[in-house]
């Protein structure tokens, strides 16, 4: 038995067999961490792009996209419409164009378009309760164009 413990035969493939498994640990390891990450972002980007563009429904045309509001004021102005009642939100669409339209007469154009940004958020969360803006207001889109025209 003594001769066996001494032997040093068949060392180097333990060696080779401990640091393989440990290699191939390893790997798994990161092939997970790397998934879950990747998984993690994609989901991110994900509800990003979904507060981010919107389609105005009255044209097929372009999509108005955030132009001034940060990530941070994004999701705090989502959250704040997202808690109002319907009756709010619908008296914060007249409020949004009546700010926007106070701001483009006075060549306010950086706080111009950030109401054109509110007013997208607003429209986002009426199509999302299935609640049409009154027919006397323009969307995002149109407000944009407007915003176009009197920088132009």
Partial sequence: MRVLWDSESGAVTV???????AVIG????????IGQGSTDLANSIQGSLRFV?????EEDGPRYSIQRLSDAQLEQWTTTYADQTDAQLLASVQLRHNQFMS???AQQWSQALQRV??????????A???LQRPDDMPGAQALFDMYNDARS
């Avoid at 940004?117 to 009426?126: G, S």
């Fill in 15 to 21: 060696d080779w067999v401990v640091l393989s498994a």
């Fill in 103 to 105: 701001h483009l007469e």
């Fill in 117 to 126: 940004d509110y007013f997208h958020i607003i429209e986002q969360e009426l």
């Fill in 128 to 130: 999302t309760r299935s």
């Fill in 53 to 57: 563009l919107y389609p105005d429904p």
């Fill in 26 to 33: 390893l790997g798994a390891f990161s092939v997970v961490q």
